[in-house]
């Protein structure tokens, strides 16, 4: 069975927490001016929306949750459910699950969390993803470059599932996977392993960009 298919028949729905377009990428802030980080944020933002938009044919089982006004009012021009975070922001897990909560109530039978800072997602990795939690999996996660934090995380809406991103949560999130009893596959496509955070990876990206001979500045 194709992934889009899958989807379609499993209730998939995406969740993409974002801090903000201004906020975002903090620790880019010796190498990018505010400016830049804006502009580098928006942009990300604007081409994961569309590659989800082109794997499931709309948005319309995408959620974007931010603190950041001009971030909600972006993702909802470009299709997505806009879902505002209460303030003061009390952080990325809370905003996953808020997200969550909403998916769940408008029948989502499958949760994908999918930050936006993977410069290099394709619809071929997330086929991939989906493909990785079918059959006897339950969920699917893929971890960072290092293997150890998660760069996107496939699973069933569960009650009181606590989200756990952020430093060494590849570890936390597996063990509340077991302590569900689901059997959960990693997927370690490229296309998920780089996510931009630190100097280091923009970094890589634009020495990946220069050997395909290509351009790319953010």
Known sequence: MRAEALCR????????????????????GGVLDPIERMRLNRRLLL??????????????????VSPCARTLALAAAQGAIALAEPRPARGLNAAVARGARLAVGRGARRL???????????????????MAAAGQARAAIAPDAAGTGTNALLLPPQPRFEFSF?????????AAARARGWVMTVCARPELTLDLDTPEDLAALRATRRARVQTWTP
């Open 47 to 64: 081409r994961t929306l569309q590659v989800i938009a082109r794997w499931q044919r709309s948005l319309r089982c995408c959620i974007v």
């Open 112 to 130: 994908l969390v999918l930050p936006s800072d993977l410069p290099r997602l394709g619809a071929g990795a997330l086929d991939a993803l989906v």
């Open 166 to 174: 952020g430093p060494a949560s590849w570890v936390r999130h597996a």
């Open 9 to 28: 028949r499993c209730g998939l729905w995406v969740i993409v927490p974002v801090r903000g377009l201004s906020r975002g990428k903090s620790r880019l």
